[in-house]
C-alpha cells in the first residue's frame, strides 16, 4: 500500500472507531426533547447541561464517584502488592509445587465470575460482609492476569542484579524492596492501571454485596439508572460518560507507560 | 487528546538468559521466602475463588434454591440439562458468538497493528482512538450499544432513514440482534490485540525482514511469510484469551438483548445467570449449567495448549 492508501484507511478506521465515543459525548449534550422527537443523531444544534443537571438534583451523584474512587482505590492497591509479590515469588525463587501454584492461579482464568457468584455471596454474607466495601474489595484482588503480568516480567528480570544483592547480604525482602521494586516501574504502572480500571468499572458484584444506594459505585447507579430511566438515552449517556471520562484522562495521559509495560512484561 | 509515541524512551537492557538451576544453596532458602511472599495472594484466590468454585461443583449435585443448605439429588440436574433445548440454544448461540468474534477480533488487531506500526502522519492519534475502547467498561459499551442499535431512535437507523435505505430490525430479529452484540465486542476489544501485536512488532528481527526484501519477497510475501510466524506466540496469547472471553460473554448480551428475542440471543452464563438469579432462583441448576462451561473452556483452552506445544517441536 501506498502511504497515501495507508492514511486514508487508517483515518476511515479511526472515524469507525471514533463513533461510538462520539455519540455517547453527543447525546450527553441533547435535549431530552429533540431525541423522543427526531430520536438521536450525531450532531445537536442545542447544546445543553439539563441531562446532567437532572442527574444531580436526582441522585446523589457525587457521593457514588467517591464510593467508586475509594473502592477501586483501596482494591488497586491490594490487588498490585498481593499480585505483585506472588508473581515475584513465581518467577525468581525455586521452590517445590511451583508449577502447580502457577497452574492453579491461571486456571481461575477459567471460572465464569457470574457462576460462583452465589457461593461468594454466601460466604461474603458468612464473612458478615454485605453492606461494606470490603466485600467487593477483598474477591477481587488477587488476580491471575496480575500474577501473570508480574511473572512474565520478572522471568527477564536480570539475574545479576538479584544475586548482587544476595552477596551483599541482603534478605529476599530487602532484595525485593531496595532493587526489585525500583526498576519494575513499567510493570506497576500497567497493573496499577488494569487493576484500577477492572474495579471501577464492575457493577455486578457490587450491586449485589453493597445493598445500600449510599455505598454504590458509579457503575452500579448507571445500571439502575438504566431500567429507571428506559429510553432515556440523554440521561444514561450524561451518566456513562461521567463514570467513563477518569479512566479516558487517565488513559491518553498514561499511554506510554501502558503499552511500555506491556512490551517489557512479556504478555506478547 | 495529545498524539503521543508509545515507544519506551530507552530500549530496556537485553535480560540475561534467566538461570535454570541455581546453586543448591538457594533451593533450600526459597521455599519458606516463596510461601510468605505468595501466601496473601494464594489466601485470597483459594478463599473467594477455588472455595465457591468447589461449592458451586457440589452445588450441581443439589437441589438448591435458597441460601443455606440444599438437599443432595444426585444427577437430576445434570439429567435435566441433557434434555433442555434452551440450553442446548445456548450452547449453540455462544459458539456462534466465539466463531464471529476471534478471529475476526485477532485478524483486525493484527491488521490495524500492522498498518500503524510504521511512521505515517498522525499515527498517535489513530492509535490512540482505537485503544480507547479498552478502558471503557462493558456496562458503557453496552449502553452505547443500545443507543447505536436502539429501532426506533437509535442512531444507526436515523442515519440510514436519512440515507433513504429504511429501518433495520436491530432487535425484533434474532441473527441482527446477535449482529449487534458481535459488533460492540468487537469495537471493545480489538484495541487491546492491537496493543499486543504492536508490543510483538517491536521484536520482529529486522534482519529476516531485509533478507527477504533482498530475496525479491514482496511486501505481502514478507509480512506473511517472516512477520506473522514470528509472531506465533503473540497470536496464541491472544486467541486463547479470546476464545475465554468469548466463552464467557455476559455483559454485553445482559444489558443489550438480555437473550432475546426469544432466545437467540442467550448464550451460556446469561442462561446460568437467569436459571440461578432469575425468577426462577433455581440455585442448584444454575450452578450446573455454569459448572458444565467450565469444563468446556477448560478442556478448549487445554486443546489450544497441546496444539501449540506440538507445534513448537
Redesign the interface.
Same mark, same amino acid.
Given at each position: 500500500m501506498s502511504k497515501p492508501v495507508r492514511v486514508a484507511v487508517c483515518l476511515l478506521v479511526t472515524v469507525v472507531f471514533a463513533l461510538p465515543l462520539v455519540a455517547m459525548v453527543v447525546i450527553a449534550f441533547t435535549p431530552r426533547e429533540a431525541i423522543l422527537d427526531d430520536g438521536a443523531s450525531l450532531w445537536t444544534d442545542d447544546w445543553t447541561l439539563e441531562n446532567f443537571r437532572g442527574l444531580f438534583d436526582q441522585f446523589p451523584v457525587a457521593r457514588w464517584f467517591g464510593n467508586a474512587l475509594v473502592v477501586a482505590s483501596l482494591t488497586t492497591l491490594l490487588s498490585v502488592v498481593v499480585n505483585l509479590l506472588a508473581g515475584y515469588a513465581l518467577a525468581t525463587l525455586r521452590f517445590r509445587g511451583r508449577g502447580l501454584v502457577l497452574g492453579l492461579v491461571l486456571a481461575t482464568l477459567l471460572v465464569p465470575t457470574q457462576v460462583i457468584m452465589i457461593p461468594q455471596f454466601e460466604l461474603v454474607a458468612r464473612l458478615g460482609l454485605v453492606g461494606f466495601f470490603w466485600a467487593v474489595v477483598l474477591p477481587s484482588a488477587a488476580t491471575a492476569l496480575g500474577v501473570f503480568l508480574a511473572r512474565q516480567f520478572f522471568v527477564g528480570f536480570p539475574t545479576e542484579l538479584l544475586d548482587a544483592a544476595r552477596v551483599d547480604g541482603c534478605s529476599t525482602l530487602t532484595t525485593f524492596v531496595r532493587v526489585v521494586l525500583p526498576n519494575a516501574r513499567p510493570l506497576v504502572a500497567v497493573m496499577t492501571l488494569l487493576a484500577f480500571m477492572t474495579q471501577w468499572n464492575d457493577f455486578l458484584w457490587p450491586l449485589i454485596t453493597l445493598r445500600d444506594p449510599d455505598l454504590y459505585t458509579l457503575p452500579v447507579a448507571m445500571r439502575l439508572l438504566q431500567n429507571a430511566y428506559d429510553n432515556d438515552y440523554g440521561g444514561i449517556m450524561a451518566m456513562a460518560l461521567l463514570s467513563s471520562l477518569p479512566l479516558l484522562v487517565m488513559f491518553v495521559v498514561l499511554q506510554r507507560w501502558f503499552v511500555a509495560g506491556i512490551t517489557r512484561s512479556g504478555i506478547k | %487528546?495529545?498524539a +503521543?509515541?508509545?515507544? &519506551?524512551a530507552a530500549p530496556? &537492557?537485553e &535480560?540475561?538468559e534467566?538461570?535454570r538451576t541455581?546453586p543448591a544453596r538457594? !533451593?533450600r532458602g526459597?521455599?519458606r521466602?516463596?510461601?510468605a511472599?505468595?501466601a496473601?495472594?494464594?489466601l485470597?484466590?483459594v478463599?473467594? =475463588?477455588?472455595?465457591?468454585?468447589v461449592? @458451586?461443583f457440589l %452445588?450441581a449435585f443439589q437441589d438448591k434454591r435458597s441460601?443455606g443448605p440444599g438437599r443432595w439429588s444426585g444427577l437430576d440436574n445434570l439429567q435435566r440439562l441433557l434434555g433442555d433445548d434452551v440450553f442446548w440454544r445456548a450452547v449453540l448461540n455462544t459458539a456462534i458468538f466465539t466463531v464471529a468474534t476471534v478471529p475476526v477480533g485477532v485478524l483486525l488487531g493484527l491488521g490495524?497493528a500492522l498498518? %500503524?506500526d510504521k511512521a505515517? &502522519?498522525?499515527?498517535g492519534?489513530?492509535r490512540?482512538?482505537?485503544?480507547?475502547?479498552? !478502558? +471503557?467498561? $462493558?456496562? +458503557? !459499551?453496552s449502553? #452505547?450499544? =443500545? =443507543? =447505536?442499535f436502539?429501532e426506533?431512535? *437509535?442512531?444507526i437507523?436515523?442515519?440510514l432513514?436519512d440515507l433513504g435505505l429504511g429501518e433495520v430490525a436491530w432487535q425484533s430479529d434474532g441473527a441482527l440482534a446477535m449482529a449487534s452484540v458481535v459488533v %460492540?465486542t468487537l469495537?471493545s476489544r480489538?484495541g487491546f490485540s492491537m496493543? +499486543?501485536?504492536? @508490543?510483538?512488532l517491536?521484536?520482529v528481527d529486522p534482519q529476516t525482514v531485509e533478507a527477504a526484501r533482498v530475496d525479491g519477497a514482496g511486501?505481502w510475501a514478507v509480512v506473511r511469510h517472516v512477520v506473522v510466524p514470528q509472531l506465533r506466540? $503473540?497470536t496464541f496469547?491472544l486467541v486463547v484469551?479470546n476464545l #475465554?472471553w468469548s466463552?464467557?460473554v455476559?455483559?454485553v448480551v445482559y444489558?443489550m438483548t438480555n437473550g432475546g428475542p426469544g432466545y437467540s440471543t442467550t448464550m451460556v452464563?446469561t442462561y446460568?445467570?437467569d436459571e *440461578?438469579?432469575g425468577p426462577a432462583r433455581n440455585?442448584g441448576y *444454575?450452578?450446573t449449567?455454569?459448572?458444565v462451561?467450565?469444563v468446556l $473452556?477448560?478442556a478448549v $483452552?487445554l486443546l489450544q495448549l497441546r496444539r501449540n506445544a506440538r507445534q513448537e517441536d
Amino acid at each position: 500500500m501506498s502511504k497515501p492508501v495507508r492514511v486514508a484507511v487508517c483515518l476511515l478506521v479511526t472515524v469507525v472507531f471514533a463513533l461510538p465515543l462520539v455519540a455517547m459525548v453527543v447525546i450527553a449534550f441533547t435535549p431530552r426533547e429533540a431525541i423522543l422527537d427526531d430520536g438521536a443523531s450525531l450532531w445537536t444544534d442545542d447544546w445543553t447541561l439539563e441531562n446532567f443537571r437532572g442527574l444531580f438534583d436526582q441522585f446523589p451523584v457525587a457521593r457514588w464517584f467517591g464510593n467508586a474512587l475509594v473502592v477501586a482505590s483501596l482494591t488497586t492497591l491490594l490487588s498490585v502488592v498481593v499480585n505483585l509479590l506472588a508473581g515475584y515469588a513465581l518467577a525468581t525463587l525455586r521452590f517445590r509445587g511451583r508449577g502447580l501454584v502457577l497452574g492453579l492461579v491461571l486456571a481461575t482464568l477459567l471460572v465464569p465470575t457470574q457462576v460462583i457468584m452465589i457461593p461468594q455471596f454466601e460466604l461474603v454474607a458468612r464473612l458478615g460482609l454485605v453492606g461494606f466495601f470490603w466485600a467487593v474489595v477483598l474477591p477481587s484482588a488477587a488476580t491471575a492476569l496480575g500474577v501473570f503480568l508480574a511473572r512474565q516480567f520478572f522471568v527477564g528480570f536480570p539475574t545479576e542484579l538479584l544475586d548482587a544483592a544476595r552477596v551483599d547480604g541482603c534478605s529476599t525482602l530487602t532484595t525485593f524492596v531496595r532493587v526489585v521494586l525500583p526498576n519494575a516501574r513499567p510493570l506497576v504502572a500497567v497493573m496499577t492501571l488494569l487493576a484500577f480500571m477492572t474495579q471501577w468499572n464492575d457493577f455486578l458484584w457490587p450491586l449485589i454485596t453493597l445493598r445500600d444506594p449510599d455505598l454504590y459505585t458509579l457503575p452500579v447507579a448507571m445500571r439502575l439508572l438504566q431500567n429507571a430511566y428506559d429510553n432515556d438515552y440523554g440521561g444514561i449517556m450524561a451518566m456513562a460518560l461521567l463514570s467513563s471520562l477518569p479512566l479516558l484522562v487517565m488513559f491518553v495521559v498514561l499511554q506510554r507507560w501502558f503499552v511500555a509495560g506491556i512490551t517489557r512484561s512479556g504478555i506478547k | %487528546m495529545t498524539a +503521543v509515541d508509545e515507544r &519506551p524512551a530507552a530500549p530496556p &537492557p537485553e &535480560p540475561p538468559e534467566p538461570r535454570r538451576t541455581p546453586p543448591a544453596r538457594r !533451593v533450600r532458602g526459597d521455599g519458606r521466602a516463596a510461601w510468605a511472599l505468595l501466601a496473601p495472594n494464594l489466601l485470597l484466590i483459594v478463599l473467594f =475463588l477455588l472455595g465457591p468454585l468447589v461449592w @458451586a461443583f457440589l %452445588m450441581a449435585f443439589q437441589d438448591k434454591r435458597s441460601f443455606g443448605p440444599g438437599r443432595w439429588s444426585g444427577l437430576d440436574n445434570l439429567q435435566r440439562l441433557l434434555g433442555d433445548d434452551v440450553f442446548w440454544r445456548a450452547v449453540l448461540n455462544t459458539a456462534i458468538f466465539t466463531v464471529a468474534t476471534v478471529p475476526v477480533g485477532v485478524l483486525l488487531g493484527l491488521g490495524l497493528a500492522l498498518l %500503524m506500526d510504521k511512521a505515517l &502522519p498522525g499515527r498517535g492519534l489513530f492509535r490512540t482512538v482505537v485503544y480507547l475502547p479498552i !478502558v +471503557v467498561s $462493558t456496562l +458503557v !459499551v453496552s449502553l #452505547i450499544g =443500545l =443507543l =447505536l442499535f436502539d429501532e426506533s431512535v *437509535g442512531i444507526i437507523n436515523g442515519l440510514l432513514r436519512d440515507l433513504g435505505l429504511g429501518e433495520v430490525a436491530w432487535q425484533s430479529d434474532g441473527a441482527l440482534a446477535m449482529a449487534s452484540v458481535v459488533v %460492540m465486542t468487537l469495537w471493545s476489544r480489538t484495541g487491546f490485540s492491537m496493543v +499486543v501485536y504492536i @508490543a510483538a512488532l517491536q521484536d520482529v528481527d529486522p534482519q529476516t525482514v531485509e533478507a527477504a526484501r533482498v530475496d525479491g519477497a514482496g511486501r505481502w510475501a514478507v509480512v506473511r511469510h517472516v512477520v506473522v510466524p514470528q509472531l506465533r506466540p $503473540t497470536t496464541f496469547f491472544l486467541v486463547v484469551i479470546n476464545l #475465554i472471553w468469548s466463552f464467557q460473554v455476559f455483559d454485553v448480551v445482559y444489558v443489550m438483548t438480555n437473550g432475546g428475542p426469544g432466545y437467540s440471543t442467550t448464550m451460556v452464563v446469561t442462561y446460568a445467570y437467569d436459571e *440461578g438469579f432469575g425468577p426462577a432462583r433455581n440455585f442448584g441448576y *444454575g450452578a450446573t449449567v455454569g459448572i458444565v462451561l467450565f469444563v468446556l $473452556t477448560a478442556a478448549v $483452552t487445554l486443546l489450544q495448549l497441546r496444539r501449540n506445544a506440538r507445534q513448537e517441536d
